[in-house]
């Protein structure tokens, strides 16, 4: 359609070529790696089947600075990457912002915990858990204290989310809590889980570093990965592996040398800092903090020096009585010329490359396209190591890429169910009552003498439990498995895709009631409109156009565009209004219905 | 082998002139009889109904105390805390009297049987692979990718296979009415049904209770997509799949199960499966995933729970299909990415190797197939990595694959025909090569094996010795064959040397299908032959004794 050309004003014409590959990328040639297929990876090269699933080959294959035009459609595309939809409202506040680079560094400004502060303390209760038997029938009522701290947990983060200002803040953590896994179910204790999501806000941007250490010693993970049960007693061992192999594998490093066969690690290697990780304890709330975890977002973790092996570990070619910090920072120094780890990896990485690396393929995957560009992402691992394993800086740079602005990224991601649910309750302005944060549980005592502890916050808990159960099992803070949801296409199945059109319409429909029978989640089809213009001379067509420019990645072709004016113009339309509240409410139906609501 | 099994596959070859061979060979004589089924199977262009139910293990099952060694000294030793005896064990098996099961799996102990082939529930011992991975993800990856250690494919094992019987599929437009190739339960499409044309079957969390058949007015997707416009393209076809396989689902014929099935929710994605084949869908693949299974901490209590479940759904699973008269059609396989270190970490186990799997169903031959694992100091420090399993090559993951396909999806058919596909499978296709292996061995578990004439004229004589299973033997092995008249019937065992060892069968018999079994373990290690004398001819065959 003629009036709606936008997308494609963000042309890959406007971009440099790619400039000083050698010289930038030194003595690896990404173009020589052999991409290997894996999970994300869901398909082959093969075009006779639908999707994409292959590495993106755009102009820029590198981080040079975005020259083009920036626009509208520029903004908006920036914004949906690093937000759980836009708001019109919030659109309009970074066009006021002016250029890229502003509104870039206002979405990074988080950064600075002091600048943008973390949220208020959820409650007191996180800090005074019991660590109950949870498998005892006689404290039943304590599990059911514990599953509704669970759920307010949940409930709280969701309204951080969809509360959210100009900020990437909660796009980060909702990644980071999906690559550093821990799971609510196994850790049972919501405490934990609330100072392990603490910690993901803090680290949100921070120093990938010491993000790693912080998480190793946080309770949730030593619960989680059974750090807290690897342990040796005078000459009795109980290495536990867990922790130890999933550090390596998903948290650090990654099973091979990025694009090659070349393993990070061996299973010796996994039992020898297994051996140097022993002796952590996660908190019991009743200890008082001690060094070095004063100061810090303190969970009650600590080590029994009783319990730590203190003979020689050899971990990736180094010998030493090595503890966490130690692994950490090995494991940080890795490829490591020096000892020649791993073994058959050409010389000239520098140290610290491979955990880098690993880092920014994580971030491209979250932020650019499911499938990493070697290319790119090897150009953010070198600043990202420049930068001593800041993840700020590389965000910066990425989000201010050509690559990033090109046409074939905009509208090529999925969306994930926490953004789908996200971007319907930001985009059209569903509300619902403000979380309260009084502490839980509400105790009542019933007619049978048993506790009942009473949702607080009964609405945030249909969005939350509609996040897992109505569409699509990405329950906040309880990942599948420790490497956490494989995201891209793996979103979306018959199940989940079906699951989705139940939750939007009955979202736009209303139909979500809490338990006093009250509506839940509130739907105005008005004040939808109003986001865009309170005046009702506007024109079906341009209400439309600017209402799926909202929403939409995509410039729709006439069928589609056509069937959304139709809608939007209504069955009643009338002379001196362009459009009405039930043709608003059609519209949305189906716009939440196309498939181009489901990318991003 | 129970009489009837053999009259039906001895049917398969009466029907292979048929103008349908492909669609009647291996079928059971009763789905001749269903023609939306024989509509059905056309169209995804299978030899037989057989229908395979896949349970995956997720996290790594510790198959020590599954199927439990319980009077090898080294298994206490190994596991002080872990290690099972008494009242935590089933009773010995009855033909196999140094394994139990673990009590908790008290159903798949019923369904074992007395064993001896005459079961419903094969064992298959130290199953693994050479160069195993210990990680979750990337062993994962290894069995459903079916692929060497060191190589990587996109692809699924279930995925090619599909596609290599389905090569027009997907299809430009689903067709109302249709059913999934294949179906899993969960929230997204395991790479195990992912062939070069994408998934080949459909994830779904439980079965829908409504479908919503809406029509779209979608414009065209542009000539050389850009990545978004493939990604639509992708989001528009998984929608026409969540609308088109869901009515066909909703609007299955049997909604009811003929038993009551356990709280669990693997039991009750079994008894939707149940219903789905019930109801005659042609779907040929089932995936369930049931854990996790990592149980680097309090096992006992863990693995306990999940084999509790596991056990007794299938258990109501098998009960409910034979009620339904469908068991005969349906086999069971289960799968794990690796099993657990044979040393205990204190209340748990950390990853390791080689792992006992089950196959169950009424056309398996249960039994123990494979040696008890060895547990002595001296194999623990030979196996890689060290302190773990030394896996079975015979049991390579791939040939319980190859197993499963030669001997059920694909039995019936063409044996070059069959051997090609297994090839393109496991082996290479046009586009990828998946192992540097290119033999695969079928383990002869499975009573409805493809048969095949021998001697000179089969026809005219009707005489026929079929391979004996397992081949190799190292227990118990069966041999069947067939008689076209009355008469005097000889089968010994003879040495390469042509010397007579035993006299296995010396009598007047019938005419029609007859069985004796062997057991191969009292012979060396080596190559022997056993032949069939009849007054109608005389035909030989080779076995192999391993040990």
């Known amino acids: ?600 | 082998m129970k009489r009837r099994d053999f009259l039906k596959t001895g049917l398969k070859i009466g029907v292979a002139t048929n103008a349908l061979p492909v669609l009647l060979g291996g079928s059971p004589v009763r789905a001749l009889g269903r023609s939306p089924l024989r509509s059905a199977l056309e169209a995804t262009g299978s030899a037989n109904n057989n229908v395979l139910v896949i349970i995956q293990l997720q996290g790594g099952n510790d198959g020590l105390n599954c199927v439990v060694p319980f009077t090898d000294p080294n298994y206490a030793s190994l596991r002080p805390t872990l290690g099972l005896s008494g009242s935590n064990l089933t009773a010995a098996l009855p033909d196999h009297g140094t394994l139990a099961f673990h009590s908790a799996m008290s159903g798949f102990y019923s369904l074992y049987g007395n064993g001896g082939g005459n079961g419903k529930l094969a064992v298959l011992q130290n199953v693994g692979y050479p160069n195993p991975i210990l990680s979750h993800f990337r062993g994962t990856d290894i069995w459903n990718t079916a692929t060497d250690s060191g190589i990587y494919a996109s692809t699924g094992w279930v995925g090619r296979l599909l596609k290599v019987q389905n090569p027009n599929f997907p299809p430009s437009t689903i067709p109302a009415g249709s059913q999934p190739l294949a179906l899993e339960f969960g929230n997204s499409l395991s790479n195990l049904f992912l062939s070069s044309s994408g998934g080949m079957g459909i994830a779904i969390s439980k079965v829908p209770t409504s479908g919503s058949g809406s029509t779209h007015n979608y414009d065209p997707i542009p000539n050389n997509p850009t990545t978004p416009y493939q990604e639509l393209e992708f989001v528009r076809t998984i929608q026409a799949e969540s609308e088109i396989y869901a009515q066909s689902i909703v609007s299955r014929s049997v909604t009811t199960n003929k038993v009551t099935y356990p709280t669990s929710t693997l039991a009750t994605q079994l008894s939707s499966i149940a219903q789905l084949i019930a109801s005659g869908f042609s779907t040929k693949i089932y995936l369930v995933t049931q854990g996790s299974y990592d149980t680097h901490s309090n096992e006992l209590t863990g693995q306990g729970n999940l084999l509790t479940d596991l056990s007794a759904a299938v258990l109501a699973f098998q009960q409910d299909i034979e009620a339904f008269g469908i068991a005969d059609q349906v086999a069971v396989l289960t799968y794990s990415e690796f099993g657990r270190r044979p040393k205990e970490n204190g209340s748990g186990t950390d990853h390791g190797t080689a792992a006992p799997h089950f196959v169950i169903g009424t056309q398996v031959k249960g039994a123990v197939y494979g040696s008890d694992p060895k547990l002595d100091a001296t194999s623990l420090a030979g196996g890689n990595p060290t302190g773990n399993l030394t896996y079975d090559p015979l049991h390579d993951f791939r040939n319980v694959y190859a197993t499963v396909m030669n001997e059920w999806l694909l039995a019936g058919g063409d044996q070059t025909q069959i051997n090609a596909d297994i090839q393109a499978v496991l082996t290479q296709d046009a586009s990828t090569t998946y192992s540097t292996n290119a033999t695969w061995q079928s383990l002869g578990i499975f009573r409805s094996q493809p048969l095949q004439y021998v001697g000179s004229s089969p026809d005219a004589t009707g005489l026929m010795l079929l391979p004996c299973y397992p081949n190799p033997a190292y227990g118990i092995t069966q041999i069947d064959y067939a008689l076209p008249a009355s008469g005097p019937v000889e089968i010994g065992i003879f040495n390469t040397s042509g010397v007579e060892i035993e006299r296995i069968v010396d009598s007047r018999q019938s005419p029609g299908p007859q069985s004796v079994t062997f057991d191969a373990s009292k012979l060396p290690t080596g190559t022997y032959f056993y032949r069939l004398t009849t007054a109608s001819g005389t035909v030989t065959r080779p076995m192999v004794v391993e040990h």
């Open chain 1, 1 to 600: 359609m003629e009036r709606r050309t936008f997308i494609t004003s963000t042309g890959a014409g406007l971009l440099g070529s790619a400039l000083g590959a050698g010289s930038i990328l030194g003595a690896f040639d990404p173009s020589k790696l052999v991409a290997k297929p894996s999970a994300f990876n869901r398909l082959s090269a093969n075009r006779s089947r639908p999707g994409g699933g292959q590495a993106l080959s755009t102009e820029s294959n590198d981080l040079t600075p975005y020259a083009g035009p920036w626009g509208d459609a520029e903004l908006r595309h920036l914004l949906r990457r690093t937000m759980f939809g836009v708001p019109e409202s919030q659109f309009l506040a970074a066009q006021a912002l002016g250029s890229m680079n502003a509104v870039v560094d206002q979405l990074l400004a988080c950064q600075d915990t002091t600048k943008v502060p973390l949220p208020a303390k959820l409650a007191s209760w996180v800090d005074n858990m019991p660590k109950g038997d949870l498998q005892d029938p006689a404290k039943t009522n304590q599990t059911r204290l514990m599953a509704m701290e669970r759920q307010q947990i949940e409930n709280w983060w969701f309204d951080q989310i969809a509360q959210e200002n100009l900020s990437i803040r909660q796009r980060m953590t909702l990644l980071w809590t999906n690559h550093f896994v821990t799971g609510s179910a196994t850790v049972n204790i919501p405490g934990y889980m609330y100072y392990y999501l603490l910690l993901c806000m803090q680290y949100a941007l921070g120093n990938f570093k010491d993000f790693a250490s912080a998480i190793a010693t946080s309770s949730a993970m030593l619960v989680y990965l059974n750090g807290d049960q690897n342990y040796v007693t005078g000459k009795n061992s109980f290495v536990n592996e867990n922790f130890a192999r999933e550090l390596m594998e998903l948290f650090t490093l990654g099973i091979n040398f990025p694009g090659t066969d070349i393993p990070n690690y061996t299973q010796a290697d996994i039992e020898q800092s297994a051996r140097a990780l022993t002796g952590w304890q996660h908190g019991n709330y009743k200890q008082t903090p001690v060094a070095p975890f004063t100061g810090i977002l303190w969970d009650g973790t600590n080590g029994n020096p009783n319990w730590h092996d203190t003979t020689n570990k050899t971990f990736l070619g180094q010998t030493g009585n090595w503890g966490l910090s130690d692994v950490i920072d090995i494991i940080f120094q890795q490829p490591d010329d020096a000892t020649a780890t791993p073994p058959g990896i050409p010389a000239g990485f520098p140290a610290g490359y491979t955990s880098a690396y690993w880092a920014s393929q994580k971030l491209y995957q979250e932020f650019v396209y499911y499938v990493p560009n070697p290319s790119v992402v090897d150009a953010m691992a070198r600043l990202m190591l420049a930068n001593n394993f800041e993840i700020a800086p590389v965000m910066q740079a990425l989000l201010t890429s050509a690559h990033f602005y090109d046409v074939n990224v905009v509208g090529a991601q999925i969306k994930s169910p926490v953004h789908y649910i996200g971007s319907l309750i930001r985009e059209f302005g569903i509300t619902y009552p403000a979380f309260d944060p009084t502490d839980p549980p509400v105790k009542e005592v019933d007619k049978n003498g048993f506790n009942v502890y009473t949702d607080t916050n009964p609405t945030l808990s249909i969005v939350t439990a509609a996040i897992l159960n109505v569409s699509q099992g990405q329950e906040l803070l309880n990942p599948p498995n420790v490497k956490g949801w494989p995201g891209g296409e793996n979103w979306l199945s018959a199940g989940t895709f079906q699951g989705r059109e139940t939750y939007s319409n009955s979202i736009l429909n209303n139909l979500f009631v809490n338990t006093k029978n009250n509506l839940a989640l509130s739907f105005s089809a008005d004040s939808y409109a109003a986001q865009i213009a309170n005046d009702t001379t506007l024109s079906a067509e341009a209400l439309s156009q600017s209402l799926e420019d909202l929403s939409l990645s995509f410039t729709l072709g006439p069928l589609e565009s056509g069937d959304l004016d139709t809608d939007l113009q209504g069955t009643y339309k009338n002379p001196n209004y362009q459009y009405n509240t039930l043709g608003v409410k059609e519209f949305a139906l189906y716009l939440t219905s196309l498939p181009e609501f489901q990318l991003f």
